[in-house]
């Protein structure tokens, strides 16, 4: 079991540019969680998809920030237009059961974005 | 207003057993405790669960108090991988709703050998 894989581990983007974050969530996993982390804000929830389908994007920035799961074996975060604020350190997390009582976090992507 | 209340920073020496509490007065009775931690450069792990009493798996135990506004996490015998920043969460397991986890400040523990 390779565990959540997160692709890239680090990216670096000028303002301006789009950036896009992969997840792989552990196989047979049915929800998956997008998170963000920043020393200032801490660990804050982004959005979270059970079987693919999006459930709560709450702490989804209104603007810029879009998440997708096409399929089962991957996730997508795409940010338009980074801004310097948006460097942080994004986690990808994926939990066996739908409501997501235990989750398993995969290593994070580092963006910075100059 | 933050639903759990943790101290900031505790020490220890290798070998030690250490306690770290968790204040969640405010707790309501469809909320359950997670603890998760974080070590450098990795996301956090699942530790343990509980909703009352006394709950013990083979990585630590967890005590919550009679009135459930108070629990302690006990990891024993420490060692320098146990250094982490440890996350005690409360959320509502009511309605899948507990599947966002929400997380406070945490408290980083040093492990001195």
């Known amino acids: 079991n390779a565990g959540v894989i997160q692709t890239p581990r680090h990216k670096v983007t000028g303002k301006g540019q789009e950036a896009t974050l992969w997840c792989e969530p552990i196989s047979g996993h049915s929800a998956v969680f997008w998170y963000r982390q920043t020393i200032v804000q801490g660990l804050e929830f982004l959005t979270y998809f059970r079987n693919q389908a999006p459930i709560d994007d709450s702490g989804m920035p209104k603007e810029r920030f879009s998440a997708q799961m096409p399929n089962q074996s991957h996730s997508t975060l795409k940010i338009q237009s980074t801004q310097p604020q948006d460097s942080a350190v994004y986690l990808c997390a994926s939990s066996l059961e739908d409501w997501g009582v235990e989750q398993y976090f995969g290593p994070g992507t580092r963006l910075t974005v100059l | 207003l933050a639903k759990t209340t943790q101290p900031p920073s505790m020490e220890a020496y290798e070998g030690q057993e250490v306690n770290v509490s968790c204040s969640h007065t405010?707790?309501?009775?469809?909320?359950?405790i997670y603890w998760y931690r974080q070590v450098p450069h990795q996301g956090p792990q699942f530790i343990i669960q509980g909703y009352k009493d006394y709950v013990v798996n083979e990585v630590a135990s967890l005590f919550i108090s009679a009135d459930r506004k108070l629990s302690t996490l006990s990891l024993p015998w420490v060692s320098l991988r146990d250094a982490a920043v440890y996350y005690c969460?409360?959320?509502?397991?009511?309605?899948?709703?507990?599947?966002?986890?929400?997380f406070g400040g945490g408290t980083r523990l040093t492990v001195r050998p």
């Open positions: 969460i409360v959320t509502d397991m009511s309605n899948n709703a507990g599947a966002k986890l929400t």
């Open positions: 405010n707790i309501a009775t469809s909320e359950y």
